[in-house]
């Protein structure tokens, strides 16, 4: 038991989800940074806003790589991208201001709601290296 705890510490980062519910509190937390940071372009439910901002809902383009999504909200994104196979191109601003903790449930949050299904987790640790790469 201590050797698999000690491998999934390493293979996160040092962050341990150690229970569902630690999983289910990162998903409740994510809730509000969408709600107060994310909602009022991607909307209430995810679906975005067509021709301007893609939709997380389903979202091809969120599920595909994990990094790429911590690396869009850390750092922003510009240019066209294809989502759902539809074209945008508008600029989503960086959200540095977030904490690794508040990217990381957010990101648990909108990949596990929405028609989501995350195969992993985002930890803050994860977060953390992709911030500092840039």
């Known amino acids: ?70 690396d869009v909200v850390v750092h922003g994104l510009s240019g066209e991208v294809t989502v759902n196979g539809k074209t945008y191109n508008m600029v989503m601003p960086a959200q540095s201001h977030l904490t690794d903790k508040q990217v990381a449930d957010v990101l648990n949050y909108v990949q596990n709601n929405f028609g989501n299904k995350a195969k992993t987790v985002v930890t803050p640790a994860q977060v953390a290296e992709v911030r500092k790469k840039k």
């Open 1 to 70: 038991m201590l050797k698999s705890l000690l491998l999934m510490a390493l293979a996160t980062g040092g962050y341990i989800f150690s229970t569902a519910d630690d999983l289910t509190e990162s998903v409740k937390r994510g809730k509000e940074v969408y709600s107060t940071t994310c909602q009022a372009c991607h909307m209430a439910a995810g679906e975005g806003i067509p021709g301007a901002f893609p939709p997380l809902a389903k979202s091809d383009f969120l599920m595909k790589d994990q990094k790429r999504a911590v």
